[in-house]
Structure formats: structure tokens, C-alpha cells
């Protein structure tokens, strides 16, 4: 139970009522949600982040994110916070994972619910103190928590359940309200937006009017060839009249090189971005190709037209959320597998067999489709309530 003064008393004590569980949350102050790796697992998060802000606008909801991914949540008006941790072996800004554990233990929460599952994220979340330690039961550790949630397909009443939902189970366990169709709104740094916006213009490239490829992925079976990329990238160029931007991340510059190479027009590639610019330059695009990866969430949360060249997961659990696409994939027996390896065929063919007369059709699918459906350069949407 809470006191007087929102402390929270028999601290070692499991909760499994949900109702007790909806309770105690009602009363508690601050909330710590730990979201490590992933940009687009960060993105999906949003909705679960903004369903909280509208069931309890006084929350003083915290996140934990590593450094590459801390764009998804420093400019979102209803996180009060973002605490930055460096990963592993990378020399970047944000505290060492001593520090976070000290910073974390130090702000007392009275929640923490981690969204990640992995040993590091225990770590933190049962060093907080936080009388409510809030994981899924499938995590590794259960004895670190003392709230457990269900499995997604449990509490949904079905076995085909998007990430955003399974993000947003906790919620739908303890009855609180959620939307149909919850939005996953990516706010954008202003500053990172001007610098990106000069750019474009020093690049001669009108907002709006260029079409945005993003062609690396984490796992090679996930990830369209390079050459078909580049047809691509010139067919969109030729049928469109407008100029064509390849972006990838800077580890990932030889894939933009490789596609340079072979591609027959001069299109721009832009590999120094940070999450944030990127961000900036998929908001500003007329539309936008990719692999399933964290860009093209990015741009499914931004509203942009997406094609998705899909290959091993899982499209049921994470094609693009809540804006128009078009998902171009192969139907075979081992779809969907995880990925690292391809054993059914030694090389993955669910992407390598995907042809660009079939994804440029998608292209063109979309682009009829979302004709009227053009950047503006507009103000950001409203705050929160």
C-alpha cells in the first residue's frame, strides 16, 4: 500500500492481482521504464509511453535508454526524462553502467517496468529498489521482479499480437485504457531539423520532393541486395524526376558505397547522420524504402508512405504501425525464422528471391496512393495533455 507521503510499504511483497496492481500504480509518483538496445523496438515503445501520459498526465515517467537509441525519447513531451547509458565498449556520450546504477539507485523510484528482458536491464531494474519491479513472466530472472505479466497472446485473447501490443499488455492486464489504434508519435529535435533542412537546401532538394532509401538491416536475412537496391534507387529517380537520398549509419558506409558503384544515376548518400538527423530526413521525405529495421519504423512513426522489402521475422509482430504501407515479401514454409542463420536453404531467399519489377511496383503503388500526402513544413504537433 502507499502512505501518506506516496512511500511504499512491505517492499518485498509480489503482487499477482492485477486490480491490487492498477491500485497501487494510481498512487505512486514516478516510473521508470528501461528500454535498452534496438531503435526500432525503442520507437514501438512510444504508444505504450503515451497511453501512460493519457491514463495519468501528473506521472513523472522517466526512461532509461542507451545512447544511439536516446533520440526515440529526449524530445517527447510526456517523458519527463531520459537517462542515458553508454553501451558496451563504445566510446559516446551518457553515464557508464556503474553511474546509471548509482544515478538509478540514488532517484528512489517506486516502479521500474522493464521493456527489455535481457540481464543488463535486470540489473538495473533490481538495483533501483523500486517496490515495484514490473517484467514479463517470460523473462530470464523472474526472481528479480515481483510483478509478473502474462504472456501478450494470454492477456489479447490472440495469438497474432504486433509489438506495439505486446509493449502495451501491461495496460491491457490491468484494464487500463487504450486505444484502438494507439499512435506512435516521433517528436523531432528542432535543431537537429534545421540542420538537415540546410542541407537539403544546399543540396538543391525541395522538402518534400526526394525519395528516401534506407537499404542496411541487422541481420543479412533481413537485409535486399545492394545491386537491387541501386535499380532501384534509379527507376524511382527516373519515374519520379526527383532526386534519390541512400542513408545507412556510419558503421554501415560501405553499403552505400557498394551501391554507389553499380548504380547507373547520381544519387546522394548520406551516412554521418545521427538518430536524430536521420529522423529530420525521413519526416521530410515524399516517401521512403527499406528493410524491416528501425528506420523504416521511424517512418512508419513519422507518417510517411513506407515499402518494406521483408525478409526473415515476423511481419505479423512488426511490419510498419500506423501509417500507409505496402509490405513485399515471399511466402515460404520457414518464414518467419530468427534470423541469424538460413538453414532451411544455406542463403535466404525469402529476400534475395524478392525482384525489383515487384518492389518498384509497390513504389508506384504508394506513390499514386499518397499523391496529396506531402511533407509540411510545419510546427510540431501539440504537446501532450
Given at each position: 500500500?502507499?502512505?501518506?507521503?506516496?512511500?511504499?510499504?512491505?517492499?518485498?511483497?509480489?503482487?499477482?492481482?492485477?486490480?491490487?496492481?492498477?491500485?497501487?500504480?494510481?498512487?505512486?509518483?514516478?516510473?521508470?521504464?528501461?528500454?535498452?538496445?534496438?531503435?526500432?523496438d525503442s520507437i514501438l515503445t512510444l504508444p505504450?509511453?503515451?497511453?501512460?501520459?493519457?491514463?495519468?498526465?501528473?506521472?513523472?515517467?522517466?526512461?532509461?535508454?542507451?545512447?544511439?537509441?536516446?533520440s526515440v525519447f529526449s524530445h517527447h513531451p510526456?517523458?519527463?526524462?531520459?537517462?542515458?547509458?553508454?553501451?558496451?565498449?563504445?566510446?559516446?556520450?551518457?553515464?557508464?553502467?556503474?553511474?546509471?546504477?548509482?544515478?538509478?539507485?540514488?532517484?528512489?523510484?517506486?516502479?521500474?517496468?522493464?521493456?527489455?528482458?535481457?540481464?543488463?536491464?535486470?540489473?538495473?531494474?533490481?538495483?533501483?529498489?523500486?517496490?515495484?519491479?514490473?517484467?514479463?513472466?517470460?523473462?530470464?530472472?523472474?526472481?528479480?521482479?515481483?510483478?509478473?505479466?502474462?504472456?501478450?497472446?494470454?492477456?489479447?485473447?490472440?495469438?497474432?499480437?504486433?509489438?506495439?501490443?505486446?509493449?502495451?499488455?501491461?495496460?491491457?492486464?490491468?484494464?487500463?485504457?487504450?486505444?484502438?489504434?494507439?499512435?506512435?508519435?516521433?517528436?523531432?529535435?528542432?535543431?537537429?531539423?534545421?540542420?538537415?533542412?540546410?542541407?537539403?537546401?544546399?543540396?538543391?532538394?525541395?522538402?518534400?520532393?526526394?525519395?528516401?532509401?534506407?537499404?542496411?538491416?541487422?541481420?543479412?536475412?533481413?537485409?535486399?541486395?545492394?545491386?537491387?537496391?541501386?535499380?532501384?534507387?534509379?527507376?524511382?529517380?527516373?519515374?519520379?524526376?526527383?532526386?534519390?537520398?541512400?542513408?545507412?549509419?556510419?558503421?554501415?558506409?560501405?553499403?552505400?558505397?557498394?551501391?554507389?558503384?553499380?548504380?547507373?544515376?547520381?544519387?546522394?548518400?548520406?551516412?554521418?547522420?545521427?538518430?536524430?538527423?536521420?529522423?529530420?530526413?525521413?519526416?521530410?521525405?515524399?516517401?521512403?524504402?527499406?528493410?524491416?529495421?528501425?528506420?523504416?519504423?521511424?517512418?512508419?512513426?513519422?507518417?510517411?508512405?513506407?515499402?518494406?522489402?521483408?525478409?526473415?521475422?515476423?511481419?505479423?509482430?512488426?511490419?510498419?504501425?500506423?501509417?500507409?504501407?505496402?509490405?513485399?515479401?515471399?511466402?515460404?514454409?520457414?518464414?518467419?525464422?530468427?534470423?541469424?542463420?538460413?538453414?532451411?536453404?544455406?542463403?535466404?531467399?525469402?529476400?534475395?528471391?524478392?525482384?525489383?519489377?515487384?518492389?518498384?511496383?509497390?513504389?508506384?503503388?504508394?506513390?499514386?496512393?499518397?499523391?496529396?500526402?506531402?511533407?509540411?513544413?510545419?510546427?510540431?504537433?501539440?504537446?501532450?495533455?
Amino acid at each position: 500500500m502507499v502512505t501518506h507521503n506516496g512511500s511504499i510499504r512491505n517492499p518485498q511483497s509480489a503482487i499477482h492481482n492485477p486490480a491490487d496492481l492498477a491500485g497501487e500504480l494510481q498512487q505512486i509518483r514516478r516510473i521508470l521504464l528501461v528500454r535498452l538496445r534496438s531503435l526500432g523496438d525503442s520507437i514501438l515503445t512510444l504508444p505504450l509511453i503515451e497511453s501512460l501520459h493519457h491514463w495519468r498526465p501528473d506521472l513523472h515517467l522517466d526512461v532509461l535508454s542507451e545512447t544511439p537509441y536516446a533520440s526515440v525519447f529526449s524530445h517527447h513531451p510526456a517523458v519527463r526524462e531520459t537517462l542515458i547509458v553508454r553501451p558496451t565498449n563504445r566510446s559516446s556520450s551518457g553515464w557508464s553502467r556503474v553511474q546509471a546504477l548509482t544515478e538509478i539507485r540514488r532517484r528512489h523510484y517506486q516502479a521500474v517496468l522493464n521493456l527489455h528482458g535481457g540481464t543488463t536491464s535486470m540489473l538495473f531494474t533490481l538495483a533501483s529498489g523500486a517496490r515495484l519491479r514490473i517484467g514479463q513472466a517470460s523473462y530470464r530472472s523472474p526472481w528479480a521482479y515481483n510483478v509478473h505479466i502474462p504472456a501478450a497472446a494470454e492477456v489479447w485473447q490472440r495469438s497474432r499480437v504486433h509489438t506495439v501490443e505486446h509493449q502495451l499488455t501491461l495496460m491491457r492486464w490491468l484494464g487500463l485504457p487504450v486505444s484502438d489504434l494507439p499512435r506512435c508519435t516521433l517528436w523531432i529535435d528542432p535543431r537537429a531539423s534545421e540542420r538537415v533542412r540546410n542541407r537539403l537546401r544546399l543540396s538543391g532538394i525541395k522538402l518534400g520532393h526526394y525519395s528516401l532509401i534506407a537499404p542496411t538491416a541487422t541481420l543479412f536475412t533481413k537485409q535486399w541486395e545492394d545491386k537491387k537496391f541501386a535499380e532501384l534507387g534509379d527507376r524511382l529517380e527516373q519515374r519520379s524526376g526527383q532526386p534519390v537520398i541512400f542513408t545507412a549509419a556510419p558503421r554501415e558506409k560501405d553499403t552505400l558505397l557498394r551501391i554507389a558503384q553499380v548504380a547507373s544515376k547520381n544519387h546522394l548518400y548520406w551516412s554521418d547522420l545521427d538518430a536524430a538527423e536521420l529522423f529530420a530526413l525521413i519526416r521530410d521525405c515524399r516517401f521512403f524504402v527499406g528493410n524491416d529495421g528501425g528506420a523504416t519504423h521511424a517512418a512508419a512513426a513519422l507518417m510517411r508512405p513506407v515499402v518494406v522489402v521483408w525478409g526473415s521475422s515476423n511481419f505479423v509482430a512488426w511490419h510498419p504501425w500506423g501509417t500507409d504501407y505496402e509490405l513485399v515479401r515471399s511466402d515460404l514454409p520457414c518464414m518467419p525464422c530468427p534470423g541469424y542463420t538460413c538453414k532451411a536453404f544455406g542463403e535466404p531467399k525469402c529476400i534475395l528471391d524478392i525482384s525489383v519489377d515487384n518492389v518498384f511496383r509497390a513504389c508506384e503503388r504508394i506513390w499514386d496512393r499518397t499523391s496529396s500526402s506531402q511533407p509540411e513544413d510545419a510546427p510540431q504537433p501539440r504537446a501532450l495533455s
